[in-house]
């Protein structure tokens, strides 16, 4: 019985084949990036960044995006965890009242300082997962439409997307390369760390090599076929394919503006109003009360 | 002093044109998988104790000027984004980091006139000295600020970041840079793409 595939291979990830968040233009996926891209950054309180955790989360599963394909990210997500705390172990912060929670020598935990590292931890953990949606909801293609759509220069465009097509060839000769050297016997696992590191440095050769083949190559069908990166032909802009196929419409404008205004609306309760600050969590105001004993 | 590679013969007409700006593409997108491969190798946390990714940016200035320069500090953002290991603010505030940390090494080449084949003594005290310990500390210096002005780490923090960041980052990209030049240097000198001066 065949198999049904739900994901699709990508040159920078995996996407669902069928996803409810292919109804919404790209221009508009590009601006839900971008407000969740920095939407943590105003927020100190851990709370609220977990619960905007759990909304990517949730947009994962709405877009049906395979959360199995997440597995790759869990040693980053677990040596940023350490790494913060361990920074604001022993390296403590003057932020806030010091409260001395344990001694070990001349090692102190303090309360605000591991505070401060969890509203760090969940700020940049809800950044990444932030990150790894679009990734993982967007092709190549989605990208370019998106910003030729924000009316960026099509030669900006064209370099992206010609780096992002790159990458697909330099991961498809290294995957050449890595298969051969299997054939022939090599077991990677077997190697040591330093092994490790001298045999990744060994792969650049052959290939870089076949990268400046590839650059004659191209360069040669791209002048062939009459390209000029100004997508201009005597002064006159040059009709385009992904453009005309994905128009922006009305209602895309609408939805952008309205992510927008809530983005703005949203920085300035922060902003000016600091609601959004340490001192407002919930959780540290009892945590600090039990500490204090009041 | 000997101009060597970078002289410009009699007759000699360089241009930028179209096989640069393929070059940069293919560049970046070079940069992408090594950055990306760095940073989810040996992660730890945003600063990877392994990051060959610097190598690509050095050597990508000695090899191509400017257009090494642009790729140096586009494919961070990516690379970075793909591999969970930083955000994009973050990312973008590293640019001029990754900028500097892309111009150094190209720039001491062609001011020095040292051969990117590594040919001379001088050659490599130079790779040593401007793309891997200068550069570094400049990228590392630029990323730790960046990471104390996020609140990503704790102040007092900063020097013990940056003498991470710079010493897992120097090790591995004078490693792959020292091979990329020695071994790759001696093909690329004679491909047109390669630039003499800073833009062809």
Redesign the interface.
């Known amino acids: 019985m065949a198999v049904e595939r739900k994901m699709q291979k990508t040159i920078i990830g995996f996407v669902p084949y069928q996803s409810p968040i292919y109804a919404l233009h790209p221009l508009v996926r590009l601006v839900i990036f971008l407000v969740t891209g920095f939407i943590p950054l105003f927020v100190e309180i851990p709370e609220v960044n977990i619960l905007f955790l759990i909304a990517i989360i949730g947009l994962f599963i709405y877009s049906k995006v395979d959360l199995k394909k997440l597995k790759m990210y869990m040693p980053m997500v677990f040596t940023v965890g350490l790494f913060i705390f361990v920074t604001y172990l022993f390296f403590p912060i003057a932020k806030g009242e010091k409260i001395l929670l344990y001694q070990l020598g001349a090692v102190k935990l303090y309360y605000n300082s591991i505070m401060w590292a969890t509203c760090i931890y969940f700020r940049i953990i809800a950044l990444l997962f932030a990150s790894i949606f679009y990734f993982s909801t967007n092709r190549e293609r989605d990208m370019l439409i998106a910003f030729r759509s924000l009316k960026m220069p099509f030669v900006a465009t064209y370099f992206l997307g010609l780096s992002l097509r790159a990458t697909g060839i330099f991961m498809e000769d290294y995957q050449i390369i890595r298969e051969a050297e299997q054939a022939r016997g090599l077991d990677v696992s077997d190697l040591s760390f330093v092994g490790k590191i001298k045999h990744f440095s060994m792969y650049m050769i052959p290939l870089f090599t076949l990268s400046i083949r590839r650059c004659e190559e191209i360069s040669v069908g791209l002048y062939s076929k009459g390209t000029v990166i100004s997508n201009k032909i005597d002064g006159r802009k040059r009709p385009d394919y992904l453009m005309s196929k994905n128009p922006v419409t009305q209602k895309d404008i609408f939805y952008s503006a309205a992510i927008v205004l809530f983005f703005l609306a949203f920085c300035s309760l922060q902003v000016f109003g600091g609601v959004f600050s340490l001192d407002n969590s919930p959780i540290n105001i009892a945590i600090l009360k039990l500490l204090k004993g009041g | 002093m000997s101009k060597g590679v970078w002289k410009i013969e009699d007759g000699e007409v360089r241009k930028a044109?179209?096989?640069h700006?393929?070059?940069?593409?293919?560049?970046?997108?070079?940069g992408?998988?090594?950055g990306t491969?760095g940073s989810?190798?040996v992660?730890?946390?945003?600063?990877s104790a392994?990051w060959?990714g610097q190598a690509i940016q050095s050597v990508g200035s000695i090899w191509y000027g400017g257009w090494g320069g642009i790729a140096a500090f586009?494919?961070p953002i990516?690379s970075n984004?793909?591999?969970?290991?930083a955000?994009?603010?973050?990312s973008l505030a590293y640019i001029p980091g990754n900028l500097a940390q892309g111009l150094i090494a190209g720039w001491a080449f062609r001011q020095f006139s040292a051969d990117p084949r590594l040919v001379k003594a001088s050659d490599w005290v130079n790779f040593t000295v401007w793309g891997v310990i200068v550069s570094n500390l400049i990228g590392a210096g630029w990323g730790s600020t960046v990471l104390t002005m996020?609140?990503?780490?704790?102040?007092?923090?900063h020097f013990?970041?940056f003498a991470g960041w710079f010493m897992g980052n120097a090790v591995?990209s004078w490693?792959?840079g020292v091979?990329?030049l020695k071994?790759?240097s001696p093909?690329?000198v004679k491909?047109k793409?390669f630039c003499k001066g800073y833009w062809a």
């Not at chain 2, 700006?21 to 070079?30: D, K, N, P």
């Not at chain 2, 984004?81 to 290991?85: F, K, L, P, V, Y």
């Open positions: 044109g179209l096989s700006f393929v070059m940069m593409a293919l560049f970046t997108g070079i992408i998988v090594v491969f989810i190798a992660p730890l946390g945003f600063v392994f060959p586009v494919f990516i984004a793909i591999s969970g290991s955000a994009l603010p973050v996020f609140g990503l780490i704790a102040p007092d923090a013990t970041v591995a490693i792959l091979l990329m071994f790759v093909i690329v491909t793409t």
